[in-house]
């Protein structure tokens, strides 16, 4: 449900920038503040009778400044100049240049009026707008459908641990259409360079994947790196079930209970689920000790490193072997057996207290008892 919502926030983002007139988005435009008008781009027409330029003129037109690096660095010395040329790269700017003005240009993807910096929120290729922009004709099924290809990927992104990480939490480090696929040279990766994209932020996975007997297969068998088992456009939350040979499991797809592959398989899976198991359990028993008011910090920091193990065996699994990952498995088992430990300890310390505050309890009351008899044994005053 709630995957819905995003996609649908997406999907229906609003596209304000059609409706305002030129002269108005103008106002606030990066190229009225460094002093251009509207004539340094509607050079040819008369002022009062602008009109938009072919489509496939654009780039050439915000080339004509944009790769002129003797004027650009009259502005700023720092700038990029290669836009056009990474462009003229892309599946793109080769379709515009033939001719075919269905593809992106620069206005597209950037404004014409009112462009903005693109470290400015508002900018259409800022993180959090920028799927709403190439979701504008990628999310078009008429569009799409005419070059063979889905135009399902806006909506499949929405739906990903990506977007919940990038809309839900603003964590602006979660990538997007432009993070995997880059801007100008936009191009799909090939199927042995995905983990090339993906290592940009999961280093970790990445290299325990490349070091791994799986790189070898995957590439001789033309299996997509990563993608075999996480998809690229909707990528899920994985779980320890993904490792198993059952029915939904991701290795599945390939392996089957014969052979010592599949004896790895199991074998993985069980610690993983050892873990789980052990870390809960000590969960359970420190909470029991918390709740019944005794102090379990030792035992709350082995649990806390059980986790920490517990993280680093699921990552561990990309080395698709026993080995480096049994032992941080079984690490993490014996730290949660630790906290598990404290937990007990605790309860039994608690248990012995209150005996002893039983017996305490029935001492003075044998006393105050003994001094009541005495009381009334005394003659009267
Ligand atoms: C940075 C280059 C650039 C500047 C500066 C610029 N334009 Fe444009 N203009 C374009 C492009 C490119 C188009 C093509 C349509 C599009 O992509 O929005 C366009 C289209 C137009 C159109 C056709 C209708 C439309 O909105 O598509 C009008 C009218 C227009 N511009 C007026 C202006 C006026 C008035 C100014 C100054 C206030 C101005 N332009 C400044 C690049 C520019
Ligand atoms: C498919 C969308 C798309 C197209 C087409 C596109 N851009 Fe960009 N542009 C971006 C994105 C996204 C960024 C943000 C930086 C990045 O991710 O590379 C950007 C950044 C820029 C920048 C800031 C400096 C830099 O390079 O980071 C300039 C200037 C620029 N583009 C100009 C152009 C020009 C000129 C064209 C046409 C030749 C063009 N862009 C075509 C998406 C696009
Ligand atoms: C007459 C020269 C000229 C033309 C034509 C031109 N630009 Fe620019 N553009 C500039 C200058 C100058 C800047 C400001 C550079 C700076 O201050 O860093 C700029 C800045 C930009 C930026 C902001 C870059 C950033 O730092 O984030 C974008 C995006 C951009 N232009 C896109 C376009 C697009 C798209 C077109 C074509 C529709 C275009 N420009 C046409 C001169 C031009
Ligand atoms: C104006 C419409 C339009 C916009 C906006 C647009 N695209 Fe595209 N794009 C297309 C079309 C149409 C194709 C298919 C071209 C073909 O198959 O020859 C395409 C193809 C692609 C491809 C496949 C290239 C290949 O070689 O297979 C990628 C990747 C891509 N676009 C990424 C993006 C990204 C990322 C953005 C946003 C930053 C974007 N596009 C914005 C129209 C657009
Ligand atoms: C996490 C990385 C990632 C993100 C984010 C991502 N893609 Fe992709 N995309 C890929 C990979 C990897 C492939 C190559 C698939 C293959 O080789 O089977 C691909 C393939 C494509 C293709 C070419 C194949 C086709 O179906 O036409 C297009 C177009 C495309 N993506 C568009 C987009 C758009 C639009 C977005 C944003 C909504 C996006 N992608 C977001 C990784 C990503
Ligand atoms: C630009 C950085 C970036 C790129 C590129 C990227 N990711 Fe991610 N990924 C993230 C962020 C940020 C999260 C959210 C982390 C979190 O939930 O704490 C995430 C989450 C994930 C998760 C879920 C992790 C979990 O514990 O729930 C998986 C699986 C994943 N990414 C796989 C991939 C794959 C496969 C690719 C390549 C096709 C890829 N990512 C490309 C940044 C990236
Ligand atoms: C796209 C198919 C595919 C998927 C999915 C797949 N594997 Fe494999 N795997 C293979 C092939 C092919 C071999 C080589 C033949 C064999 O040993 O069975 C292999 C071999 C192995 C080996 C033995 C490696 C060695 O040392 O030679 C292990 C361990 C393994 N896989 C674990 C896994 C695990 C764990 C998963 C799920 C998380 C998984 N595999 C998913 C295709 C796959
Ligand atoms: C053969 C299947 C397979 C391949 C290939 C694969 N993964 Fe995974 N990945 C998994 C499984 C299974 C899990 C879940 C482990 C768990 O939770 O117990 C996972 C978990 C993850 C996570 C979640 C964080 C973590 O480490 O628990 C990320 C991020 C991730 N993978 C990224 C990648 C990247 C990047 C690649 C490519 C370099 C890749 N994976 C290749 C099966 C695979």
């Known amino acids: 449900m709630k995957r819905l919502v995003l996609a649908a926030f997406v999907l229906l983002a609003v596209d304000t920038r059609a409706q305002t007139p030129p002269e108005t988005a103008f106002e606030d435009d990066?190229?009225?503040?460094?002093?251009?008008?509207?004539?340094?781009?509607?050079?040819?027409?008369?002022?009062?009778a602008y009109a938009a330029p072919a489509r496939t003129s654009i780039a050439p037109l915000c080339a004509s400044c944009h790769s002129d690096a003797a004027y650009m660095r009259t502005v700023d010395p720092q700038v990029r100049v290669d836009q056009y040329l990474q462009y003229q790269t892309s599946t793109h700017g080769k379709r515009m240049a033939a001719g075919d003005a269905r593809v992106a240009t620069c206005s597209d993807c950037h404004g014409a009026h009112g462009v903005r910096r693109v470290r400015d929120a508002r900018s259409p290729v800022a993180p959090a707008n920028v799927v709403t922009t190439c979701g504008r004709c990628h999310g078009d099924p008429a569009r799409m459908a005419a070059f063979g290809r889905q135009a399902t990927h806006p909506a499949e992104w929405a739906a990903s641990v990506h977007a919940a990480a990038l809309i839900k939490r603003g964590d602006t480090s979660a990538p997007t259409c432009v993070s995997c696929h880059g801007s100008h040279g936009a191009t799909p990766p090939g199927v042995t360079s995905v983990a090339n994209v993906c290592a940009q932020c999961h280093l970790r996975e990445a290299e325990l994947f490349r070091a791994s007997p799986k790189r070898e297969i995957f590439d001789a068998i033309g299996q997509a790196e990563c993608l075999v088992c996480h998809g690229n456009h909707r990528i899920e939350s994985p779980a320890d079930q993904w490792v198993g040979l059952e029915k939904g499991a991701v290795c599945e797809q390939c392996h089957d209970a014969a052979g010592d592959s599949g004896a790895a398989i199991r074998d993985i899976r069980q610690k993983l689920d050892t873990l789980q198991d052990a870390t809960s359990t000590a969960d359970a028993r420190l909470t029991r000790a918390e709740h019944a008011g005794m102090l379990v910090e030792d035992g709350r920091l082995a649990l806390q490193l059980a986790r920490e193990h517990q993280v680093q065996s699921r990552a561990l699994v990309h080395a698709f072997a026993p080995a480096p990952f049994a032992k941080t498995a079984a690490d993490g088992v014996a730290a949660a057996r630790r906290a598990r430990e404290a937990g007990e300890a605790a309860m039994r310390e608690l248990q012995l207290r209150r005996q002893g505050l039983g017996v305490a309890t029935l001492l003075v009351l044998a006393f105050l008892a003994t001094l009541w008899v005495k009381i009334r044994r005394l003659p009267p005053a």
């Not at 008008?37 to 050079?43: G, L, P, Y």
Request: charged content about 10%.
């Open 30 to 48: 990066v190229h009225a503040a460094a002093g251009l008008t509207c004539a340094s781009c509607h050079k040819t027409e008369a002022a009062g």
